[in-house]
């Protein structure tokens, strides 16, 4: 059971290398008062609800999704690639795009108001914004 443990550690420190962790977790760095305090909480925050979510979905989806013949199937290496087209097109779409001024200085500012802010309203920020939280749109 430990080895479990461990493979759900390992995953979940891999996915807080994801870009937008680190993009969020640098602007909290650069944007607060004291970068140490904000840096760590933000972190904390943020590694925390990975942790919470992995572990709900091992127990809860468990083996539900896995394969019980050993031949995987096509279907889900079709829908792999046609996610992955999709995921492109998106990327490229958002690359070709002008830089909007305006977005840009606002969210610097909420992003350096939330540096500023208390622990709990910090932890709560890496929780939210380093997960799927940080792929909406702020407005």
Do not use: C, Q
């Not at 969020?24 to 305090?37: E, K, N, Q, T, W």
């Not at 690639?81 to 690359?95: E, K």
Request: charged share 15%; no cysteine.
């Amino acid at each position: 059971m430990a080895e479990v443990w461990v493979e759900l550690g390992l995953v979940a420190l891999a996915a807080m290398v994801s870009p937008t962790t680190l993009a969020f977790s640098i602007f909290a760095v650069m944007l607060g008062d004291r970068p140490l305090r904000t840096g760590f909480w933000f972190y904390v925050g943020a590694l925390g609800i990975t942790l919470i979510l992995g572990v709900a979905g091992a127990f809860i989806i468990g083996d539900v999704a896995a394969s019980h013949s050993s031949n995987p199937k096509m279907w889900v290496a079709v829908v792999d690639i046609m996610a992955g087209v999709l995921v492109l097109g998106y990327v490229v779409h958002a690359l070709r795009r002008p830089r909007d001024p305006e977005r840009m200085a606002s969210m610097m500012e909420r992003m350096s108001k939330l540096a500023s802010s208390p622990v709990i309203a910090i932890v709560g920020a890496g929780a939210i914004l380093a997960n799927p939280g940080g792929f909406t749109r702020w407005r």
